[in-house]
């Protein structure tokens, strides 16, 4: 827009008066300083995944049912297998918080016991494939060649082994028991790990900083814990974060068709089998807690490794 005459002796140089301006005393060094510290990885990864509201309301969810299957048989008055007939298919009360079952015992207490053994069968399964998958597929990845090739073909055999009936053949062969569920959920669940973490260590192997750790003599070993491993830490969390839902809701099917884990013991496939009675005679508290949990479990692990692949991906990096 043009400005008129009068615009123009208002905002023209010789009519800003002095006082308007005064000069800043500012070293040479100051003037070159950055405004805002930098930002690790890490750090950036943390910042991103807290602007993610719904990654972050399903990390508090965890962390609370994580407290509470800690805490929760403490606080509750009732044993977790003490049967009591005479209050059997009690509703939610102030005495009883989520009701009573077919034999008496208390819901609430049965509940975060079964979110004990729930989260201990996940994070023992994560645990292991984590371990296991990182060991085999940095090996295939690194060395390459033969070896590589050899590693895969054994890889892609077990890959083609129905999951779910080698779980049961296995639970069958040695009898239902906590120990049994972990190691038939992990006897091929690894294979989605080391095919990860292989990809990932064949990309970055061919980088500077892994050829200039070569040239110096380093030992394979080290360079891939040092310089191969934490590189790939971001697809390998993701990945563990995925294993953990689908291990808790294996042990609950297990458990729910008798090959897991077995009465008295509370697990909330468990729970389940044991309700599917009392929800036709209109107790639905009985199935209601359990299949809560088991869902909202899932649901808070899955969209915490959506929340977790979006914030450890360098590509979104501001």
């Not at 140089?13 to 003037?31: H, I, L, S, Y």
């Not at 990860?196 to 070993?221: D, H, M, P």
């Not at 099917?253 to 008798?258: A, D, E, K, N, Q």
């Not at 649901?299 to 501001?318: I, M, S, T, W, Y």
């Amino acid at each position: 827009m043009k400005l008129g005459k009068q615009d123009e002796r208002t905002y023209s140089p010789a009519a800003v008066p002095d006082e308007w301006f005064r000069w800043q005393d500012t070293a040479k060094g100051d003037a070159e300083a950055v405004s805002r510290p930098s930002l690790s990885y890490w750090k950036d990864a943390w910042r991103r995944l807290k602007g993610n509201k719904l990654a972050m309301s399903g990390f508090v969810f965890l962390i609370l049912l994580s407290v509470m299957a800690i805490v929760g048989p403490i606080l509750s008055p009732f044993e977790v297998n003490k049967t009591n007939l005479p209050n059997q298919f009690q509703a939610p009360s102030q005495t009883h918080w989520f009701g009573t079952d077919a034999l008496g015992r208390d819901v609430f207490t049965r509940t975060w016991y079964g979110a004990r053994i729930s989260l201990f069968v996940g994070l023992m399964a994560a645990l292991i494939d984590f371990t296991i998958g990182i060991i085999y597929g940095g090996i295939a990845g690194y060395k390459g060649g033969r070896a590589d090739n050899v590693m895969m073909r054994i890889i892609e055999i077990l890959y083609g082994l129905p999951y779910l009936l080698v779980v049961i053949l296995l639970l069958v062969v040695l009898g239902p028991s906590l120990s049994t569920i972990i190691i038939a959920l992990t006897i091929t669940g690894w294979v989605g790990m080391a095919r990860i973490v292989r990809g990932q260590v064949l990309q970055i192997k061919n980088y500077e900083f892994v050829l200039a750790s070569r040239s110096f003599g380093t030992k394979a070993s080290r360079i891939i814990r040092k310089n191969l491993l934490p590189n790939t830490m971001g697809p390998i969390i993701v990945q563990a974060t995925l294993t953990v839902p689908s291990a808790i809701f294996a042990e609950a099917f297990l458990s729910f068709i008798g090959l897991g884990i077995q009465a008295p013991y509370a697990s909330w496939g468990v729970m389940a089998n044991d309700a599917l009675g009392a929800i036709q005679s209109g107790n639905w508290w009985t199935l209601f807690f359990p299949a809560f949990f088991i869902s909202f479990t899932m649901f808070a692990f899955n969209v915490l490794g959506d929340g977790l692949q979006d914030a450890l991906d360098p590509r979104l990096r501001k």
